[in-house]
């Protein structure tokens, strides 16, 4: 969906929701070779990186995507924040903050290192003792699974899901958290093959499969 709910005149002049679906053709022409058995099924692309970005796809295309109009919308990021009520641009706003200083403010001191205050790096949150440092990452992970369940209920169920980039193809214990609080949708992997973190993690014949796949932007 193209639309935001503003009215109809912006969407003509460029208020709308492009679509950022970084790495997915990639992804889905691995999957096409590693699964042909999910050609023409619904997948769930977790683009997790210093960018993250969830994609939604039937029949090997993007459906749609986390990101909109711009490269902050979405999930939490390294340094951006993720999706946000625009009421809280009117209350920086009117606190003082200017259009200059938000975008600072949105695009480099918020997200995993804004939350945290250590850093935009989930290895070194990982390593913090610092309560912030998890609050973060608990944020982060919140945030994967909700959309999640958000694309799936588009798609009309989930065959398959796929983590990618940085954190979704190095960090297990991100991967296992978020497979976790998808259980209810009968998502599961083994232990041994997310250690692993190449290939698919899910039991065999199991669907939704699921899959670590390195990706080629
Ligand atoms: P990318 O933008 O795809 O290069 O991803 C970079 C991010 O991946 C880094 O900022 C880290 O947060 C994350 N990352 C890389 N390696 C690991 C790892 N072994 N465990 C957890 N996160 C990692």
Redesign the pocket.
């Known amino acids: 969906m193209e639309r935001f709910g503003l009215p109809d005149k912006l969407l003509r002049r460029g208020a709308r929701r492009w679509g950022h679906g970084l790495s997915c053709e990639y992804i889905a022409d691995r999957l096409r070779c590693l699964a042909p058995n999910l050609c023409g099924c619904r997948i769930v692309v977790a683009h997790l990186?210093?960018?993250a970005s969830l994609s939604a796809m039937r029949d090997g295309r993007s459906v749609d995507t986390t990101m909109s109009f711009s490269a902050l919308d979405g999930l939490p990021m390294?340094t951006r924040c993720g999706t946000l009520d625009p009421g809280a641009i009117l209350f920086l706003l009117r606190d003082g903050l200017n259009a200059d200083r938000i975008d600072d403010l949105l695009y480099k001191q918020s997200g995993l290192l804004g939350i945290s205050g250590v850093s935009?790096?989930?290895?070194a949150l990982?390593a913090s003792d610092c309560p912030l440092a998890a609050e973060a990452i608990e944020f982060f992970v919140y945030r994967v699974i909700r959309e999640i369940g958000s694309l799936t209920a588009l798609l009309g169920g989930l065959d398959g899901l796929d983590f990618t980039?940085?954190?979704g193809e190095?960090?297990p214990l991100?991967r296992q958290r978020i497979c976790e609080g998808l259980a209810w949708l009968g998502v599961s992997i083994d232990p041994d093959a997310n250690q692993r973190g190449n290939g698919c993690m899910s039991p065999e014949g199991h669907t939704p499969s699921v899959w670590v796949i390195p990706t080629d932007e």
């Open positions: 990186g210093s960018g390294g935009n790096d989930v290895r990982l980039a940085g954190i190095n960090s991100i």
